[in-house]
């Protein structure tokens, strides 16, 4: 059977998994796909603020815990000291030159695991990528957050550390949320700690050919231009959502048309100079509606959730949304958490909860419907690609470019630290 035939075989008879399951999921529980919102958000001085009021610089990954061992726990491979050439202390080496670097927080050290965590999620995105590249070879993976995967250290010396580039070489990009204007207290410059060390690693991306994409957070046009301009000057694609990104029903207010607006047709991520991130389609009307209205517009890039309210758009919605206003053809990529399980989402089963499958663990805190998991189990891998049921093979089915995989941090830190932290702790001293 030709791929071709496959992929139309799972969307004519049945639609598509995706569809058939939401068909029967209830009507409550999917409806909460378009209003999660991690945290409570008030408005201060104009824009949003964090009612809880923590800090920006909330690196988890300082934190050295040794919890107890898993026996479920895959055991990935013991990696091997690299001992990198020594580099003068504030350069760093591109293509044989020395660059100098900016002045930025020390990398944070990896927790003191038995497990590497981090290597096992390296596995499954590639695993993804792999799969989705069988049925679409110019299918895009881009990796939201967690960008302390792209390098690894040294098990022997934890200041030296090397690029992941088999990792690297599997993925087309990175998004980076707030890297300059965060969210926290929306709109407020992210600290200078947190913003130098994700410099340090959004450089080292887009030196190993990936895409950077950066989503800032304003409502100010001063914030707004602020943030093209700092994003711009390193070569980065961003725009500037003006409402926590669960919240996002609208397109962003100013500018009126987005900047490096392009009347060419997109074919590859490394075109795309624009882009728009709508996580709440309904608010648009109907699935029809909403392609319409983004068909209005010359962005080169649309990123959407696959669920319209109750039900994933069709594969004539995502057609249309494949052009721009002129004409041009254009990327639309989805959203899927591959590191949480939502009990709003078509997988979920009535049973399901807590401990029932055992790799489902705890909510995770401001939303108690979705449900950290153990990612390296072969039970949830599945649901997320590797068959014709699975998430990723759906959104191929329905047309879709590519894929923004979020949850990625978030997930592998729970298990480092044995749970959600409140804070995190200052970066550890640079090596003398």
């Known amino acids: 059977m030709s791929r071709r035939t496959r992929l139309s075989t799972w969307t004519a008879p049945v639609a598509l998994a995706l569809a058939l399951v939401l068909a029967g999921a209830p009507a409550a529980a999917l409806a909460q ?3 999660k919102a991690k945290g409570h958000l008030r408005l201060q001085g104009g824009q949003w603020s964090d009612s809880n009021g923590k800090k920006e610089n909330r690196n ?22 690299q001992a ?63 960008l302390e995967l792209l390098i690894k250290r040294d098990p022997v010396d934890e200041t030296r550390y090397s690029p992941a580039r088999t990792y690297m070489r599997s993925i087309d990009g990175v998004m980076v949320d707030g890297l300059f204007f965060g969210n926290r207290v929306f709109g407020e410059p992210t600290s200078a700690v947190r913003t130098g060390r994700n410099l340090r690693l959004t450089e080292m991306a887009k030196a190993n050919g990936l895409k950077v994409l950066v989503m800032d957070y304003g409502t100010d046009p001063k914030t707004v231009d602020e943030s093209n301009r700092r994003n711009k000057k390193r070569g980065y694609v961003s725009t500037t959502l003006h409402a926590p990104l669960a919240e996002l029903g609208s397109l962003p207010p100013y500018p009126s048309r987005p ?28 699935a029809d509606e909403f392609a319409m209205k983004m068909h209005d517009t010359n962005y080169d890039l649309l990123i959407v959730d696959v669920l319209h309210g109750r039900k994933p758009l069709s594969r004539q919605a995502v ?21 949480t399980a939502a009990s709003y989402r078509y997988y979920w089963k009535a049973k ?3 401990g029932s499958p055992a790799w489902i663990k705890a909510p995770v805190r401001d939303d108690p419907d979705r449900y950290h998991v153990e990612f390296w189990r072969p039970e949830w891998q599945r649901i997320i690609s590797g068959d014709a049921k699975s998430y990723v093979y759906g959104l191929i089915a329905l047309g879709f470019d590519g894929v923004i995989l979020e949850g990625i941090e978030e997930s592998y830190r729970f298990f480092e ?16």
């Open 33 to 35: 796909t378009a209003s």
């Open 60 to 81: 988890k990954a300082d934190i050295s815990v040794s919890p107890a061992p898993n026996p479920d726990l895959a055991q990935a491979p013991a990696a091997q000291p």
């Open 84 to 146: 990198p050439a020594a580099q003068p202390r504030g350069r760093v080496r591109i293509q044989g030159r020395d660059v100098l670097e900016e002045p930025a927080a020390p990398l944070p050290p990896p927790p003191g695991l038995q497990i590497d965590t981090r290597q096992q999620m390296r596995k499954f995105l590639q695993s993804i990528t792999t799969f989705a590249r069988r049925h679409n070879r110019n299918f895009s993976v881009v990796v939201k957050g967690g």
């Open 259 to 286: 900047y490096g607006e392009s009347p060419n047709s997109i074919i590859s991520l490394k075109n795309v100079n624009t882009f728009a991130y709508i996580t709440n389609s309904a608010a648009f009307g109907r």
């Open 417 to 432: 630290g044995g749970g959600e932290q409140e804070e995190e702790p200052a970066p550890a001293a640079p090596a003398q």
């Open 319 to 339: 057609e249309t949304l494949k052009f721009k206003k002129i004409g041009a053809r254009r990327l639309v990529f989805a959203t899927v958490n591959i590191g």
């Open 352 to 354: 399901w909860g807590e």
